[in-house]
C-alpha cells in the first residue's frame, strides 16, 4: 500500500531558526515528490518538486532532499519568518498512478516572535 | 501562471439544501481535476478525478448521488453537494493537471462548507 509518513506531525521554533520536516514514503513505482505549503483556509501551494535522479532542490529559504534508495525526503526552513506558520505536506507521485498523488499527514509549524 | 480559482470561497447552508462549487483553471486548460475534501488538522482526501466530457471517477467511500462532479469544458469543473447536512461540514478544495510537466497539480484555493 502507497503511504507517506510524515515527522513531525507539529513543532514551534523561533523567528530567525532553523529546521527540518521528515517524510518516509513506500510509493512504488516511484515518479515524483513534491512539498507543498498550506496556509490555514488556503489550498496547498507547491514548493519544489523532484525526480528520483535529484537530490536537493531550493526554493528560496526552502530547501528539499531527496534520498530515492532510503524513500525519504526533508524539507529545510532556514531563517524562519513569521509567515512560514503554515502545514507542509510531503505528496508522492507514483507511475501510472492515473495522476493520484499520495499525500502525507503535514508538519503544522508554528514560528514564534 | 497556472492559477485555479474555486468560488464560493466559503458557504452556509441550511440542511437539506444543495450546494454547488465551481473550480476554474484560469490560465490553462485542465484535462483533469480533482476534488478533494479536508477536515480539520488532517491532510486532503481525494474524492473523485474528472476529465473533461467523461463521467467522474469517485473514491471508495464516496458517494456519487451525493457529491454530482460536472466537467463541461476543459477550464470549468463542478461540484454539487446534493441535500447536504452536517456532516458534509468540511473544507473542498480542486486541483487541476494539463497533463504537461509530472502532471503537476495546481490547487485551488478551497472552499469552507459549512451546514447548519
Known amino acids: 500500500k502507497n503511504q507517506v509518513e510524515q515527522s513531525p506531525q507539529s513543532l514551534i521554533i523561533l523567528e530567525g531558526k532553523n529546521c527540518t520536516l521528515q517524510?518516509?514514503?513506500?510509493?512504488?513505482?516511484?515518479?515524483?515528490l513534491r512539498w507543498y505549503k498550506q496556509d490555514t483556509g488556503r489550498g496547498p501551494v507547491s514548493l519544489t518538486i523532484?525526480?528520483?535522479?535529484?537530490n536537493t532542490k531550493s526554493n528560496g529559504r526552502y530547501t528539499a532532499t531527496l534520498d530515492a534508495d532510503t524513500k525519504q525526503s526533508s524539507l529545510h526552513i532556514t531563517a524562519s519568518q513569521l509567515s512560514d506558520s503554515a502545514s507542509y505536506i510531503c505528496?508522492?507521485?507514483?507511475?501510472?498512478?492515473?495522476?493520484?498523488?499520495?499525500f502525507g499527514g503535514g508538519t503544522r509549524v508554528l514560528v514564534k516572535p | 501562471g497556472a492559477v485555479v480559482s474555486q468560488h464560493p470561497s466559503w458557504v452556509i447552508c441550511k440542511s437539506g439544501t444543495s450546494v454547488k462549487i465551481e473550480c476554474r483553471s484560469l490560465?490553462?486548460?485542465?484535462?483533469?481535476m480533482f476534488w478533494y475534501r479536508q477536515f480539520p488538522k488532517q491532510s486532503l482526501m481525494l474524492m473523485a478525478t474528472?476529465?473533461?466530457?467523461?463521467?467522474?471517477?469517485?473514491e471508495q467511500g464516496v458517494e456519487k448521488d451525493k457529491f454530482l462532479i460536472n466537467h463541461a469544458s476543459l477550464t470549468l469543473s463542478t461540484l454539487t453537494v446534493t441535500s447536504a447536512h452536517p456532516e458534509d461540514s468540511s473544507f473542498y478544495i480542486c486541483?487541476?493537471?494539463?497533463?504537461?510537466?509530472?502532471?503537476?497539480?495546481?490547487f485551488g484555493p478551497g472552499t469552507r462548507l459549512t451546514v447548519l
Open positions: 486541483s487541476a493537471t494539463s497533463g504537461r510537466a509530472f502532471n503537476e497539480q495546481f
Open positions: 517524510c518516509n514514503y513506500t510509493v512504488s513505482p516511484f515518479s515524483n
Open positions: 523532484m525526480t528520483f535522479s535529484e
Open positions: 505528496v508522492v507521485s507514483a507511475i501510472a498512478a492515473g495522476n493520484k498523488l499520495t
Open positions: 490560465d490553462f486548460q485542465a484535462t483533469t
Open positions: 474528472s476529465n473533461e466530457g467523461s463521467k467522474a471517477t469517485y
